[in-house]
């Protein structure tokens, strides 16, 4: 296997985690609250979405999904179209709401642009600068790790969430 067969491979895991946490989900289920102020399952994979797909388009010097695509019209939030989910309050975490199909529409096509953009990354490019504002500045192969494994992380917090709520028959 070659980089960019391991990173579609990564993210395409990605990709089934994020399906599994939502297919099936009342848009109530998916804005359902462990706590009073947990994330849910909406906000993770909108948040996780927005990550990959800001992330990548910089790395990759090309438009984010969210806004040459519209999907920041159709979700229709309560905040700037820069947003992803970075450092928001409990009140704007709550605000994500959307039901399965727009959440897994934007999250295939943020997938689909992903696999075109990582399924031709050879492993010279891995090393190429992607971050200045950094010390050591960013390469291409440290920003999709970090991606992979922040979405992962999200992905897997979805799917947790989405247990918690079907077993307590909450929405």
């Known amino acids: 296997m070659n980089s960019a067969g391991l990173l579609v491979d990564s993210f395409g895991r990605i990709r089934e985690v994020v399906h599994e946490a939502v297919e099936g989900l009342t848009e109530d289920e998916l804005a359902a609250r462990i706590d009073p102020d ?12 927005r990550i990959q797909d800001d992330h990548l388009a910089d790395a990759f010097d090309t438009a984010q999904l969210w806004v040459s695509d519209g999907w920041e019209t159709r979700f229709d939030l309560p905040f700037s179209r820069q947003a992803t ?17 727009l959440l897994l529409g934007y999250h295939d096509a943020v997938h689909a642009r992903t696999v075109e953009l990582v399924g031709t990354v050879t492993n010279a490019d891995l090393g190429r600068i992607v971050d200045t504002a950094w010390d050591p500045p960013v390469t291409l192969g440290v920003r999709l790790v970090s991606v992979i494994a922040d979405d992962l992380q999200h992905a897997g917090q979805a799917a947790f969430v989405r247990g918690v709520v079907e077993r307590r028959g909450t929405s």
């Not at 989910?85 to 199909?101: H, K, N």
């Open 85 to 101: 989910g970075y450092g928001q309050t409990s009140a704007q975490v709550g605000a994500v709401r959307a039901p399965a199909e």
């Open 38 to 49: 947990a994330n849910t399952v909406a906000w993770l994979v909108w948040h996780l979405t």
